[in-house]
């Protein structure tokens, strides 16, 4: 009988290890920002820099480090203000269930494994990968209770996953990854603001305001009509022939546009409504739309 009780609360423990793994480094968002460095991969393969499985295996075990390390980071240096808002007081460090010091030894892991691998790769790509840590880190993280603009340098870490998979596949920073930075970095002003619209009571409650006015006005939602449609312009770039490599047909280049004119259709719809509901309806819009993009350039390329 104690045999069997040892069992269940060995097995609670993992799991409950487990859980708290995968909440102290998002492991959703994690996923989702590795997808980008995926599709970055196979965007920067060709006949000079051939598939390989272990760049590619070494890449999402990298990209996943690097991104639960900024995770799990944030979450220690914001632990005081996570106990202040409803969606991420039952984190692990808030909660008490993990203290800030054993979350901080995983952190520093997760900094270490990742970086090696990604430096295994190329050093351009640990280079990278350590420029995304520090500034979620060490600039965004302690300026998003100072001002709006801390979205504005949260988007650099932020761009950089897509261009990471290039650099993974290539080992240069050119035209084409800067290309994927910029779609990217303009992607993360609607998609920030959208969660900062719906959110905005709660991040209210750690004194934290994400949206460029500070505001849920019109003069916020215009922004981000301006950034969508800055970004339906760097999507479209690849089409013109001028981003060396990377480049798509024009089969391709108007899905893309379609896709831009679906996302934009929801950012005026914010403009009009100016309502949580209508915000987090293109946060999610946001979210499929890049998807959706990294999908179409992947397979015009193979197609092709």
């Known amino acids: 009988m104690q045999s069997v009780l040892n069992t269940t609360q060995n097995t609670f423990s993992f799991k409950s290890v487990f859980l708290d793994f995968k909440e102290i480094t998002k492991a959703g968002l994690a996923i989702s920002v590795l997808f980008s460095s995926i599709a970055g991969y196979f965007l920067g393969v060709n006949d000079e820099n051939p598939f390989q499985w272990s760049v590619l295996i070494l890449l999402t075990i990298g990209g996943y480090c690097m991104v639960g390390a900024s995770n799990a980071y944030n979450q220690v240096i914001e632990k005081d203000l996570d106990a202040l808002m409803d969606r991420t007081k039952n984190r692990p460090v808030p909660s008490g269930r993990m203290s800030p010091r054993v979350a901080l030894v995983v952190a520093s892991l997760l900094t270490v494994i990742g970086i090696s691998m990604l430096y295994y790769?190329?050093?351009k790509s640990a280079m990278f990968g350590a420029?995304?840590?520090?500034?979620?880190t060490s600039v965004y993280t302690p300026l998003k209770t100072v001002t709006s603009l801390s979205v504005f340098v949260g988007a650099f870490p932020g761009a950089i996953p897509f261009m990471l998979g290039w650099v993974a596949a290539t080992g240069n920073f050119g035209i084409e990854a800067g290309t994927l930075f910029l779609i990217q970095f303009f992607w993360q002003f609607p998609h920030f603001w959208a969660i900062g619209w719906f959110l905005y009571d709660d991040y209210k409650k750690a004194g934290i305001f994400m949206l460029p006015t500070t505001k849920k006005d019109k003069?916020?939602?215009?922004?981000?009509?301006l950034y969508t449609v800055w970004l339906i312009i760097a999507s479209l770039l690849p089409?013109?022939?001028?981003?060396?490599?990377?480049?798509?047909?024009?089969?391709?280049?108007?899905?893309?546009?379609?896709?831009?004119?679906?996302?934009?259709f929801y950012a005026v719809r914010l403009y009009k409504l100016r309502t949580p509901k209508a915000a987090r309806t293109l946060m999610l819009v946001s979210v499929s739309y890049i998807s959706l993009l990294?999908?179409?350039y992947i397979i015009d390329k193979f197609l092709r």
């Open 131 to 136: 420029v995304s840590i520090f500034l979620y």
């Open 219 to 225: 003069g916020t939602a215009l922004q981000i009509i």
């Open 294 to 296: 990294q999908l179409v």
């Open 121 to 123: 790769i190329n050093p």
């Open 239 to 264: 089409s013109l022939g001028f981003t060396g490599r990377l480049f798509i047909t024009p089969w391709a280049a108007v899905l893309v546009f379609l896709l831009g004119v679906w996302m934009l």
